[in-house]
């Protein structure tokens, strides 16, 4: 099984700032991904996580507006740029271990925006 | 594309009472089906899985049957615990391992 340590676990952010969030995760993975989840919602896949190329975005996400890195293969970060309070979300961190499809997810990083 | 569409909550049960929760998908191809539990103030996990059509996945006195015939994926219990109020997603994962979450069901077990 992989451990994933995601942080900050809560940030109170003002408008028009950028907040990085962080995704270790213990042991290799083939792949990573970022999801948001907004109050009483479910799950929404934001991009992938490539390993040393442009994150894979999903339809309603831009990379200007949440750039992703993944320089190696246990390591992620996704920015929220030029905050609103319409990105006050919970935003989650997932991987896929190397022989098993099952997913596993960060704590959480909630993140509120005045 | 892919979906998943689970029973509307929140549901609320007394302890010892059977629980179902539907979840019938979408998806091209042969996905791997889950159902995933987010327990009050704690992260996702997996609860169970199943893998390919007629698997039964279980864990905790949960249980559910891959139904390819039906696209269907439902939860149960027999004798549900307040412990297991919780949110509980169903998700599948496609050839391309990308996963797709259901809405998410509430569930309430009052002793």
């Known amino acids: 099984s992989a451990v994933i340590s995601q942080k900050p676990s809560r940030d109170i952010c003002q408008r028009g700032t950028s907040l990085t969030i962080q995704c270790q995760v213990d042991?290799?993975?083939?792949?990573m991904f970022w999801y948001r989840q907004q109050p009483g919602q479910s799950l929404t896949l934001i991009a992938t996580?490539?390993?040393?190329?442009?994150?894979?975005?999903e339809s309603g996400f831009v990379i200007d507006k949440f750039p992703i890195s993944r320089p190696n293969l246990t390591f992620s970060t996704l920015t929220v740029s030029n905050m609103s309070p319409e990105d006050s979300s919970i935003y989650l961190c997932?991987?896929?271990?190397?022989?098993?499809?099952?997913?596993?997810f960060g704590s959480g990083t909630q993140l509120s925006v005045l | 594309g892919n979906s998943v569409t689970q029973m509307e909550g929140p549901v609320t049960l007394s302890e010892e009472a059977f629980l179902t929760i539907n979840c019938t998908y979408t998806?091209?191809?042969?996905?791997?089906l889950f159902w995933y539990v987010q327990y009050p103030g704690e992260g996702l996990q997996l609860l169970l899985k199943?893998?390919?059509?007629?698997d039964k996945g279980s864990n905790k006195g949960f249980e559910a049957t891959y139904r390819k015939e039906t696209t269907s994926f439902h939860l149960e219990k027999g004798s549900v615990q307040v412990s297991d109020s919780a949110v509980y997603f169903c998700?599948?994962?496609?050839?391309?391992?990308?996963?797709?979450f259901g809405d998410g069901t509430t569930l309430t077990v009052k002793p």
């Open positions: 042991s290799q993975v083939t792949m």
């Open positions: 998700a599948l994962s496609d050839n391309a391992g990308k996963s797709t």
């Open positions: 997932s991987a896929r271990g190397l022989k098993n499809e099952k997913l596993f």
């Open positions: 996580a490539n390993q040393g190329s442009e994150a894979t975005y």
């Open positions: 199943a893998t390919k059509a007629d």
């Open positions: 998806a091209t191809g042969y996905p791997s």
